[in-house]
């Protein structure tokens, strides 16, 4: 029987089998959406924050073990799971409280006696969702999407299937019917099949390009809706006038937190040529702080990269950079899964750690001429998700932040996703919002209801 296996990143020792649902489960959980929306859509908010509020509650009770189950199946490092599931809780509490003034009715004057503009659920949302965080990427969605009536499916990465499995049970013990959050162990060939069916009125997914663009595709055969986030190259810019130490700090911790893996890490340090020297020589010393290894040990605070082929490919891209004349300044090692952090300088344009995506373990130093040319290295990018800007001068940093083409630029501060904020991202970083009033928004009917006597 065809199934997925899931082993431990830092030994590649393996911990369970998960065998692929039949055809008839698969066409069992549609139909299970389909009832679960009927009764799922008349609910109040309060009844549907209600659940949502037990799924917080069952988060924080089993924080220790949903985390260690985390960073088995991925490696991350086990406070930094912990924190996964406290952020998974936050967001479920979040819209619990707020959706319903997200989707209160709002009046409108155009010259009838009543028009008013309504938000209404759409039927069963698709998601298909990474592995690299394995409990927040798919809670960043479902909150939002089961607070405004609709019902969720899950397709998560195969090697997290337990994860997978475990968001579903949380779900059933706080009291959701049978079909309001299911998890499916299917293969890619599956998911034009549950596009296709009707209930299904939408999708999403957080992952490749290539992954992102097949599943748009599908989405427009289909006439579904779809919102893609699609990874990035963020920017991390660095002025002369910037607090060094600071900017550092922040810098290594974000594009080192996960071992790396994340969208919305710093993946381009730009830093302007008069201060390049001190913010180098700061970012050495933060990067020699850390220690690689098993993400359960103290002391710990990278773990392994989460499959063998994500290891080989962030080195490939990091030693045919340096081949093409970038600078190996610390690291470049790697045993199995487990990369070392490291550090390359004098990063340029058609070198793989300049033009690409790198998704591990790796800071990049970009040498910019003055502000302006900051600016041109930050856009010169395919990906358009996130960045920062780092500046003693708040106004400067807005307005040079109006001009860095990302979703979301955050100045002298971590980039991150907060339930408060939209999050997504432009060009290839794909399209629509997660987060925020903006992402509930997404997956909902805007109707318009006038009327005159």
Known sequence: MPSFKSYFPWNQELIATYPLFSEKELEDRISAASFAFIQWKNKSFAQRGEILNKVAAILRRDQEILGALISREMGKVIAESRAEIEKCAWVCEYYAEHASGFLLDETQDAGYRKSLISYQPLGAILAIMPWNFPFWQVFRFAAPTLMAGNVCLLKHAPNVCGCSIAIEKLFTEAGADMGVFASLIIDVADVEKIVSSPVVQAVTLTGSERAGSSLAALAGKHIRKSVMELGGSDSLLVLADADIDKAARVAIQ????????????????????????????????????????????????????????????????????????????????????????????????????????????????????????????????????????????????????????????????????????????????????????????????????????
Not at 311 to 331: D, P, T
């Open 254 to 453: 974000s594009r080192m937190q996960n071992a790396g893996q994340s969208c919305i890490a710093a993946k381009r340090f730009i830093v302007v040529k008069d201060v390049e020297d001190l913010f180098v020589g700061a970012i050495l010393s933060e990067i020699k702080k850390l220690k690689q290894g098993n993400p359960f040990e103290a002391g710990i605070t990278t773990g392994p990269v989460a499959r063998p082929d994500l290891a080989e490919h962030i080195q490939k891209q990091m030693e045919s950079s340096i081949q093409k004349g970038a600078n190996l300044v610390y690291g470049g090692k790697a045993d199995g899964c487990n990369v070392m952090p490291s550090l390359i300088t004098g990063v340029q344009k058609g070198m793989p750690a300049y033009e690409e995506e790198t998704f591990g373990p790796l800071a990049v130093v970009m040498t910019a001429k003055n502000e302006e040319d900051g600016i041109r290295l930050a856009n010169d990018s395919k990906f358009g998700l996130g960045g920062s800007i780092w500046t003693r001068d708040l106004d400067k940093g807005i307005a040079l932040a109006k001009k860095m083409e990302s979703g979301a630029v955050f100045i002298n501060s971590l980039v991150k996703s907060d339930p408060r904020l939209p999050f997504g991202g432009v060009k290839q970083s794909g399209y629509g919002r997660e987060l925020g009033a903006q992402g509930i928004h997404e997956f909902v009917n805007i109707k318009t209801i006038a009327g005159d006597s």
